[in-house]
């Protein structure tokens, strides 16, 4: 999946767009997304300059994008928005910087209604710079 088609499904923009690329995707299970890292992103100028190092709240945002795009390419009726409803077992391994190739694998634990439950990995040369479970909610944007 390319960017047109992840922007036809996310409604982030750039800045806030932290998918670049699906890899692969297996409809309402699973997904790899890539986030490629650069030295231009507008976070770099106020976190840690002279030694850039990507926020962990943004990593765990990237693997919620890609789940996002998980609940949208399975079809959700009307559902054009996904809400984080919480973040659990977050950790964080390895710093993450300009240059870096984030892989953002993220699973469906469980789903009910319109509520869904993943567990994401975000790793970096085969190595797991972050981890996370997640709640979100998708919900048709005017609720």
Not at 17 to 40: C, P, Q
């Amino acid at each position: 999946m390319e960017i047109k088609e992840i922007m036809s499904l996310l409604p982030h923009r750039y800045p806030f767009l932290l998918v670049d690329r699906v890899e692969s995707i297996e409809k309402g299970a699973s997904i790899v997304g890539i986030k490629n890292v650069t030295v231009n992103e507008p976070f770099f100028q106020g976190h840690f300059p002279g030694n850039p190092i990507m926020p962990g709240v943004l990593i765990v945002e990237a693997m919620a994008q890609a789940a996002g795009i998980i609940a949208f390419h399975a079809g959700e009726d009307g559902a054009k928005s996904v809400y984080f409803m919480s973040i659990e077992s977050a950790k964080f391994r390895k710093p993450v910087i300009p240059g870096d190739r984030l892989k953002l694998t993220v699973k469906v634990i469980k789903r009910r209604n319109n509520v869904w439950k993943f567990s994401g990995v975000a790793t970096v040369d085969e190595k797991v710079v972050s981890e996370a479970e997640f709640t979100a909610m998708l919900l048709d944007g005017g609720q």
